[in-house]
């Protein structure tokens, strides 16, 4: 009977870290292999990485099906630190697929693919993404956001002879290290105002603070507000997007895939985590107005600075700002049923096509020397394969159906109305319009355009290998929906209990 308790509380404390003793296993492997191996044999470490990542994410996907429902874990655990449900499980299996695919396409990038240590970095802000995703306390909340954090300002500057690479590096990290304050001294007020710090247990005696105190409720507006500018960093939101282009262009291309994709998810499964359970009922109105209206900028200011871009990687992180602006719809809305689901079917069909878009940009770039939107000519002709991937990506992106966008935008639309805000979902519209003007220009560029260069591309087994994965994953989601979104409105029930 003794042995059979120590075996509930075992599998009680190792399931929902599962994917962390993955990734730290994992992680020891790569740096001893990085450290015995032959240099001209360390590519097998980027292989190793990646491999074992997919391998993580599939085991904690096994795992997780099976063991999240379980009763056990209907309250936070680890002391409070984490929750184990099935919004945790959708967004880690996002970041442990974006970390994996993040290796394989570093491969071969020239000063990238052999470095151990630059497996090792996308490993630990992996883990501490995953963690992010389960975070149930602001201790981790904080802890898991910095360690993220941290690694991807080392990955930004990682190439440090190039002056881009090392110019991205340090803006990441100075506009990083002030929001971070921001945020922190944010947290600070929260715990000094409640004496509690497990998010769950925050909204009732912010409740009282703001009902029954003038001062109170001015403090803690202000906590909130200061929440807002961390997260609106880490998720690109205007007008705390400054550092997006910039480093976007600056760092090396699978790091800005990474960015883009896997810490954009987990900061959102953190935002909705924290401010769904943070606003009290009675302020929620107006704290989703103001979220609103950071939307509406957004999406529009994204989209706009989008038109006029010639480079790429420029074009996409303005991309990228429009998209959190798209996503912001969901947060606008969790007080409606389609508010989380619409967020993680969103975030899932964005992080597989973000990641085709930059590989496509990874290898035009290794043969053409240049990011420029121009040097995309004759794509077509070169590559056709390449050029129907990355019109996958733009016209997903862009929200044209049956591509996984189309569903994506379709469920964010649909939670703003069902929330309330159908200006909202009549502004998103008409900026996805605006946006389909500068993805159609880069088709027109890879399909009309004529070029001096007509040899082939060549595309290596890895680039062949993820545009394998994400493009098939891009049109799975999108001409089946009804699984995927099955999934989400399961993550999203699986909080909703714990929302005010």
Known sequence: M?????NIQLYQIVAPILPEIGLLILLLIVLSADLFLAPSRRRSVGIVAAVGSLIVMAANLFVGLGMVNDPVFAQPVLGGMLRYDMLALIFRTMVLLAGGLTCLIALDVPKLGQQGEFHAIVLVATMGMSLMSAASDLIMVFLALETTSIS???LAGFLRDTPQSAEAGIKYYLFGAFTAGLFL???SLLYGFT?????YA?????GRQMLGDANGSFALALALLLLVAGFGFKIAAVPFHFWTPDVYQGAPTPVTAFISTASKAASFVLLVRVFGAVWPEAAAPFWMSMLAAMATITMTLGNLLALIQRDIKRMLAYSSVAQAGYTLMGVVALQSDWGIASVAFYMFMYVLTNITAFTVVIIVSNATGSDAIKDFAGLSRRSPNLALAMVLALLSLSGVPPLAGFFGKFFLFAAAVDAGYVWLAIVAVL????????YLTVIKVMYVDETEDTSPIHVTQAHTAVLAITGAGILIIGTVAGPWLAWAISAADSVASTLP
């Open 2 to 6: 003794f042995g059979a308790e120590n």
């Open 152 to 154: 991807l300002y080392i």
């Open 185 to 187: 001294y944010g947290l």
């Open 195 to 199: 004496g509690v710090t497990n998010i």
């Open 202 to 206: 925050l909204a009732e005696p912010l």
């Open 431 to 438: 900026n996805a319009i605006v946006a389909l003007y500068y």
